[in-house]
């Protein structure tokens, strides 16, 4: 069974940098495509980045190209969002999600309905 769990959310300031990290209790994300959305108050959630199971070139989402960096590491069953440069308008709960319907494809899933297991967020604050 598919449990996702994210941490590393928090508080920061303009400029500055946070790590997310996403794990797996039931060790099954290794065959995964994986990615990274998030939702700010009032808004719909969006698309942020995405990883294919092997941990190849990745995609992102044009607000956060440049800045953030998503990655994976199989052997310990995680995957992370490095975030840099943070601005006020990245402020959101930031969601970890699992394409498990099918396992093995190279390729990125944007939309939500792509996604099978998410974790319960994380809160990621901005200040000015």
């Known amino acids: 069974q598919v449990q996702v769990v994210e941490s590393g959310g928090g508080l920061v300031q303009a400029g500055g940098s946070l790590r997310l990290s996403c794990t797996d209790s039931?060790?099954?994300?290794?065959?995964?495509?994986m990615g990274w959305l998030r939702q700010a108050p009032g808004k719909e959630r969006e698309f942020v980045a995405a990883i294919t199971w092997s941990g190849g070139t990745p995609y992102y989402s044009d607000s956060v190209k440049g800045r953030f960096t998503i990655s994976r590491d199989n052997a310990k069953n995680t995957v992370y969002l490095q975030m840099n440069s943070l601005k006020p308008e990245d402020t959101a709960v930031y969601y970890c999600?699992?394409?498990?319907?099918?396992?093995?494809?190279?390729?990125?899933?944007?939309?939500?309905?792509?996604?099978?297991?998410w974790g319960q967020g994380t809160q990621v604050t901005v200040s000015s």
């Open positions: 999600a699992a394409h498990a319907r099918s396992a093995y494809t190279s390729r990125w899933y944007e939309e939500e309905y792509e996604y099978d297991y």
């Open positions: 039931g060790r099954t994300f290794s065959s995964y495509g």
